[in-house]
């Protein structure tokens, strides 16, 4: 028998197994900046000093632009050095450094930057003159952040008050006020008449300004520290030559009256952000994280540095609202969360290790508002093609042309539908990108074609490193476009295919050369070829914390450290542009896979959640980060179904599925040492569990689709967390196991954990309809509810009040659907009432952006009429496909209903249809309406 030491040790070992090494990535107290920042906002929290104040003499507001410029003052004041002995060695006057901001308003936000006049400097500048570095802090990061089409305007200043010691700020409609304070520089936000955040309502406000390494303790605050100003003592990041020394920026927001916040992917954790006093602040560092921790505040393959908190005020259920708070800096930041239950206050710490202070602050009634409001500046998520949301299939890697076909014929012969399949690293001819393997794949236009004839796509790997010597890494040092090491010269580094260069698309030439590759890949005529942009961080294996040198030089002199988190924005956003300008005869819409994003990625790709594992808690974990990107403005997510690493059990194979039709991005996928797990290699029941799950999301598609063409447009969650739907409801708040899908009254709370047979589920009141019975449940109050699970059924309701669209036959792919025509299953609510709509295009092409859809809503009436409404037909019909209605279920509910017909009324026309009365449903079968007409069913 194992001694009870030798057994911890091997459990030990187990966790181990399936952890990520995390000694790779810095702890805050490993990271310079974040060390320092800690350090300074501790002891200002003690010595209440201020060091930030408003230079009244440079407030100019320019009424052309309705932006607020003046300038804060950095005041380090005057203090003696002295040696070892404690005598003088020198002191210094007092130093005021020239911190430039901006006040404007942006359709109910509030924008505030701060930069450094570096141009000023003169006693330092010359220490730093360099051919290759700008000396300029980085101020771009919104070229990439933001739409380039968003056409939001800078409201107009109703308000411009400057009295003694505050400025006055207030929009047109009043609805929000600002206090700019001078003498001790913060903000405070009135939001509808009430305080709603304070800007530096701790002081923690910290420029980090321009120094050089002998006058540091000159230019340190008396609460400050000077840990790893000039060097970097981390064991895998010593050889960061931090060119411009400590260059941070830091800023402290209080939401007031709010105890809930969110946001901030990516992380393997709660939906509800934790506190972090005494522990680890969230970090944003886009980094390679294979097998990430769970529950962490690591980061991981993303960032979008949006915090949303909910406002409440017991005194005044109208004074509940929303805020955002975007930190628009694309540079290593960590977060510290403070919830301050006392005064139902949360306070917020955001350090940045350089670029500029630019944060953008929403405020609005509802959760969806704000995704709305923050999708309006950063762009609403592009409408995908029909078949990027149906089912995809995935491993690294399949072997050949053959193995790909083998694939495609078994999914057919055992009826599982699908629209994707996908080839990982090793259809490259020796890991060089833009080539194929030849053996294995010497007719890839073959190939391609094949699939084609059902409508199915192929998607393959290209990413960012590029093998060194071979043609297209020569042509990227010819045209000087790969990213440059601090030297000056193409940075080499490790990674898939050995030593790589890396593609600087920052660099408009960059993004030139990356398409011209792409030209000489792609088919024009053949236009179901598409791109994973995968390891885009970037990953490297050989650099620290997984990633790039901090000092690598991009396009404009600017260092990877100002950039870092947007570079695979800049990667996957070029490929975009790239595949949509090669079929843009035939008008396509792209498909790209990104692993690295930031804020704006959402307009250009999908995303998963990376390289997850098939235990029950990666599972467990899929869902609140799925619902994280959602509510930050990223919707299309989805994580490896069955788990990316390991060889996952029967039974967690059942419940990933029935979890993951519900991501909005639906893709199994395996590592190249997990066992094959096609789903028709599957025994039963497994086999028949799986497939039956595959075919419900097809046969949800035209609702999916609907949601999201929603999300399209208002930028909205696809799957929301059930406060976002009912915010009114505090109890939801911490809910993160349960989800909405989108305003269609589909309610799921997938089963992530082993045998479990029931669960508990969280109603509000109203009446639910389990989808399978449709049997009714009628909710009084909000409560928990016992529902059985067996491994064959996943607790799906639809809410009563809605109605939803399906299509019910199987067919191959989404393609073959289009023929096919439509059903309703009307959910009414207790009063005999429900809505629903569906939206159709092509699901192909961008013709919907002029005009070529089709929008229909529905609605039932007092329990006794539906009618159906056209909002919009498009011209070419053809292209959408069937637009009949075959059958409409109702669940029975509260209706009391004896007929044995119902009466139609379409185009002027009135006829009678049979109607089936089973246990829990009224069943419609044939009733001769479609979605191009209005008509009326009456009961």
């Not at 930057?113 to 700008?134: G, I, P, Q, W």
Request: aromatic share 12%; net charge negative.
């Amino acid at each position: 028998m194992l001694s009870s030491k030798r057994l911890i040790c091997l459990s030990l070992l187990v966790v181990y197994s399936f952890a990520f090494t995390d000694y790779l990535l810095k702890k805050c107290g490993e990271s310079g900046f974040c060390n320092r920042n800690r350090f300074y906002s501790n002891n200002i929290l003690n010595s209440k000093n201020n060091y930030y104040s408003l230079d009244e003499t440079s407030l100019n507001f320019d009424s052309n632009s309705n932006i607020l410029y003046a300038n804060v003052i950095k005041t380090i004041p005057s203090h003696q050095i002295t040696t070892d002995n404690d005598t003088i060695s020198h002191s210094n006057e007092e130093l005021k450094i020239t911190l430039p901001i901006t006040i404007s308003m942006l359709d109910s936000a509030v924008r505030f930057t701060m930069d450094e006049a570096r141009s000023e400097r003169h006693d330092v500048l010359e220490d730093f003159s360099s051919d290759l570095l700008s000396i300029q802090r980085y101020n771009e990061t919104s070229n990439w952040s933001f739409d380039p089409k968003n056409n939001i305007p800078i409201e107009k200043f109703l308000k411009f008050n400057q009295l003694k010691n505050i400025v006055e700020i207030s929009n047109e409609d009043e609805s929000i006020k600002l206090n700019v304070y001078q003498d001790q520089f913060k903000i405070e936000i009135f939001y509808k008449g009430k305080l709603a955040m304070v800007l530096n309502d701790r002081l923690f406000l910290n420029v980090e300004h321009l120094r050089n390494e002998d006058d540091n303790d000159l230019n340190l605050l008396p609460e400050e520290s000077s840990f790893n100003s000039f060097e970097d003592n981390f064991q895998y990041s010593k050889d960061d030559t931090l060119p411009f020394g400590p260059e941070s920026v830091a800023l402290d927001f209080t939401l007031i009256d709010s105890t809930h916040v969110y946001g901030i992917p990516e992380h393997a954790d709660s939906l509800l952000l934790k506190d972090t006093s005494g522990s680890e602040p969230y970090r944003l560092y886009n980094v390679d994280v294979f097998e990430y921790n769970l529950d962490s505040k690591m980061p991981m393959y993303g960032a979008i540095p949006l915090l949303i908190g909910l406002h409440n005020d017991d005194t005044h259920q109208d004074n509940q609202f929303v805020s955002g708070v975007f930190w628009n800096n694309a540079a290593d930041t960590w977060i510290d969360i403070n919830y301050n239950n006392d005064l139902q206050n949360t306070k917020t710490h955001w350090m940045s290790e350089s670029g500029i202070i630019d944060t953008i602050i929403f405020f609005t009634n509802s959760p969806l508002e704000l995704s709305k409001k923050f999708t309006d500046l950063t762009g609403k998520p592009a409408l995908p093609l029909l078949s990027s949301i149906g089912y995809h299939q995935c491993r690294w890697n399949y072997n050949d042309e053959l193995d790909v076909l083998t694939v495609d014929s078994e999914m057919d012969r055992n009826h599982i539908p699908y629209d994707f399949i996908w080839l990982d690293l090793e259809y490259t001819d020796d890991r060089k990108y833009f080539t194929w393997k030849p053996n294995s794949f010497p007719n890839p236009k073959r190939l391609l074609q094949k699939l084609q004839r059902l409508g199915r796509n192929l998607v393959v790997l290209i990413d960012p490193h590029i093998k060194n010597d071979y043609p297209i890494s020569n042509e990227m040092i010819v045209n000087d476009v790969a990213v440059k090491n601090h030297k000056g010269t193409p940075f080499i580094g490790i990674c898939w295919p050995g030593k790589s260069l890396w593609i600087d698309t920052f660099n408009q030439l960059g993004q030139k050369i990356w398409n011209e590759f792409f030209q000489k890949f792609l088919y024009e005529n053949v236009n179901n070829l598409f791109i994973w942009n995968d390891m885009n961080e970037p990953s490297i294996f050989d650099g620290p914390e997984t990633s790039a040198p901090k000092d690598l030089i991009h396009s404009g002199g600017f260092e990877e450290r100002s950039v870092h988190n947007v570079y695979g924005l800049t990667v996957h956003e070029s490929t975009y542009e790239s595949v949509k300008q090669i079929y843009s005869k035939s008008d396509r819409r792209p498909f790209i896979l990104t692993r690295s994003f930031f804020a704006g990625s959402q307009r250009t790709a999908a995303v998963w959640t990376g390289d997850n594992v098939a235990t029950w808690d990666y599972l467990r974990m899929s869902i609140p980060m799925m619902l994280t990107n959602g509510i930050a403005g990223f919707p299309f997510i989805g994580s490896d179904v069955a788990g990316f690493s390991g060889d996952p059990e029967m039974e967690l194979i059942a419940r990933w599925y029935q979890a993951g039709m519900w991501y909005p991005f639906f893709r199994a996928h395996a590592h190249i040492d997990s066992k094959r797990r096609e789903p028709y290699l599957f025994n039963e029941p497994l086999k028949s569990i799986v497939r039956d799950i595959i075919q419900l999301r097809y046969k949800l598609l035209p609702t999916l689709y609907t949601l999201f063409h929603e999300s399209s447009v208002k930028g909205v969650p696809i799957v929301t967390p059930m406060f976002y739907n009912k915010p009114q409801y505090k109890e939801l708040y911490s809910i993160d196991d349960q989800f909405y899908m989108g305003d269609s009254g589909i309610l799921v709370k997938p089963i992530v954990e082993k045998k479990v047979e029931q669960t508990e589920m969280i109603f509000t009141p109203g009446i639910y309809y389990e989808y399978y019975s449709l049997t009714p449940m009628i909710i009084d109050e909000l409560k928990w509810e016992t529902i059985i699970t067996p491994l064959n059924r996943l607790p799906f309701f639809i809410e009563g009040g809605h109605i939803i669209t399906t299509r019910d036959k199987y067919r191959r792919s989404s393609l073959l659907m289009q023929n096919d025509p439509f059903s309703l299953i009307v959910a009414p609510s207790m009063n005999g009432a429900a809505q629903g709509k569906i939206y159709l295009d092509d699901g192909n092409t961008f013709e919907y952006l002029t005009e070529e859809y089709l929008d229909f809503e529905f609605e039932m009436i007092n329990g006794n009429k539906i009618i159906g409404k056209l909002n919009h037909l498009p011209k070419n019909l053809e292209k959408i496909g069937n637009l009949s209605i075959n059958k409409i279920i109702i669940a029975k509910g509260q209706l009391a209903f004896n007929q044995e017909t119902v009466t139609i009324k379409q185009n002027d026309s009135t006829f009678t249809c049979a109607i089936i009365n089973e246990e829990n449903r009224l069943v419609i079968l044939n009733p001769g309406i479609n979605l191009i007409n209005d008509w009326e069913i009456i009961f």
